[in-house]
């Protein structure tokens, strides 16, 4: 990643700066301030505190897996030309840091970077769990929206950030804030409630596990193929082996997969089982047809929230 982002730099430099790119479809739409997101709950929860006060832009193309994203120019134009730029930042997404040392001062948007530290999770060596190499340090789970407690930070964070930029909308940004913050509480007692009644608080993913921090919120139990953040996703026969003697061992109904995923390690499960194949939704992103049709992350949630339902019990 940072070879090939070296290399749109120096593209962007031989053009003579990184505004002065030619017209491309990512340039803003309209005259009203451009706020760029990275992923889809960012880009979410921007768009529905800013309402129609700015035009909010999702730097991640609808249907892309967030591990696999690569940028072009015409995202790094896009970002150059933000108002605000609001990212998550760690280990997948060191690629801002690159790109802002490459603009001078005064090209630089305002940013906001959403990770916290002090509320990570290493991602846990689990049972089972498939690694290509042990890692020298411990891997921290970008991953941290999907905790109410998180997601809320990341609501109060963005607030934040667009009353310095709307000023003279601090009210209405303050009443939408509150509207907001009132949903996922509700959503995250109908988690608890649902949850502590459950027969079971075991989760098995077939999958990658981007849910660390959901898992301990809600003290969850969980087997996974894969690390949040891995980029090996083709199981070994090992790794089906333990996950389907869990499944047949505690009587697992439903192993999941997330979104965008090609469900491969998961149906060879299932096969095996009988057991079903269900999705839960971590919210880096969405496909082409669910973003036009308008889904937003709170919808994403109530799915989920009827998966585990059928899941746990």
């Given at each position: 990643?940072?070879?090939?982002?070296?290399?749109?730099?120096?593209?962007?430099?031989?053009?003579?700066?990184?505004?002065?790119?030619?017209?491309?479809?990512?340039?803003?739409?309209?005259?009203?301030p451009l706020v760029v997101a990275t992923n889809f709950v960012?880009?979410?929860?921007?768009?529905?505190?800013?309402?129609?006060?700015?035009?909010?832009?999702?730097?991640?193309?609808?249907?892309?897996?967030?591990?696999?994203?690569?940028?072009?120019?015409?995202?790094?134009?896009?970002?150059?030309?933000?108002?605000?730029?609001?990212?998550?930042?760690?280990?997948?997404?060191?690629?801002?840091?690159?790109?802002?040392?490459?603009?001078?001062?005064?090209?630089?948007?305002?940013?906001?970077?959403?990770?916290?530290?002090?509320?990570?999770?290493?991602?846990?060596?689990?049972?089972?769990?498939?690694?290509?190499?042990?890692?020298?340090?411990?891997?921290?789970?970008?991953?941290?929206?999907?905790?109410?407690?998180?997601?809320?930070?990341?609501?109060?964070?963005?607030?934040?950030?667009?009353?310095?930029?709307?000023?003279?909308?601090?009210?209405?940004?303050?009443?939408?804030?509150?509207?907001?913050?009132?949903?996922?509480?509700?959503?995250?007692?109908?988690?608890?409630?649902?949850?502590?009644?459950?027969?079971?608080?075991?989760?098995?993913?077939?999958?990658?596990?981007?849910?660390?921090?959901?898992?301990?919120?809600?003290?969850?139990?969980?087997?996974?193929?894969?690390?949040?953040?891995?980029?090996?996703?083709?199981?070994?026969?090992?790794?089906?082996?333990?996950?389907?003697?869990?499944?047949?061992?505690?009587?697992?109904?439903?192993?999941?997969?997330?979104?965008?995923?090609?469900?491969?390690?998961?149906?060879?499960?299932?096969?095996?089982?009988?057991?079903?194949?269900?999705?839960?939704?971590?919210?880096?992103?969405?496909?082409?047809?669910?973003?036009?049709?308008?889904?937003?992350?709170?919808?994403?949630?109530?799915?989920?929230?009827?998966?585990?339902?059928?899941?746990?019990?």
């Open positions: 990643m940072r070879k090939a982002l070296s290399v749109l730099l120096a593209a962007l430099l031989l053009a003579g700066s990184l505004v002065s790119c030619t017209e491309t479809d990512a340039e803003p739409s309209s005259d009203k960012l880009y979410d929860t921007a768009r529905v505190l800013a309402g129609d006060l700015a035009e909010v832009r999702m730097l991640l193309p609808p249907g892309t897996d967030a591990h696999e994203y690569e940028l072009t120019l015409a995202d790094t134009a896009l970002v150059a030309d933000a108002d605000l730029f609001l990212y998550i930042g760690g280990e997948s997404e060191d690629w801002v840091d690159d790109l802002f040392a490459s603009m001078r001062e005064e090209d630089r948007p305002d940013s906001c970077r959403l990770i916290d530290t002090s509320l990570h999770y290493a991602e846990e060596k689990t049972e089972g769990l498939q690694t290509e190499e042990e890692p020298e340090e411990d891997a921290i789970d970008e991953h941290i929206w999907t905790s109410f407690h998180n997601l809320l930070g990341i609501v109060q964070q963005t607030a934040l950030h667009l009353r310095y930029l709307f000023p003279k909308e601090k009210d209405i940004l303050t009443d939408r804030r509150i509207a907001y913050e009132e949903e996922l509480l509700a959503l995250s007692d109908a988690y608890r409630q649902t949850i502590d009644g459950a027969k079971r608080k075991t989760l098995v993913f077939a999958d990658r596990f981007p849910f660390l921090y959901l898992a301990k919120e809600f003290g969850l139990d969980y087997y996974a193929a894969f690390s949040g953040c891995s980029s090996n996703v083709e199981a070994s026969l090992a790794t089906i082996h333990f996950l389907v003697s869990k499944v047949e061992e505690e009587g697992i109904p439903a192993v999941f997969v997330m979104e965008l995923s090609d469900g491969k390690c998961a149906e060879a499960v299932a096969r095996e089982t009988g057991c079903a194949v269900l999705t839960l939704y971590s919210g880096h992103n969405v496909t082409p047809e669910e973003f036009e049709s308008g889904i937003t992350y709170l919808d994403l949630l109530r799915q989920n929230l009827e998966t585990l339902k059928i899941a746990l019990n």
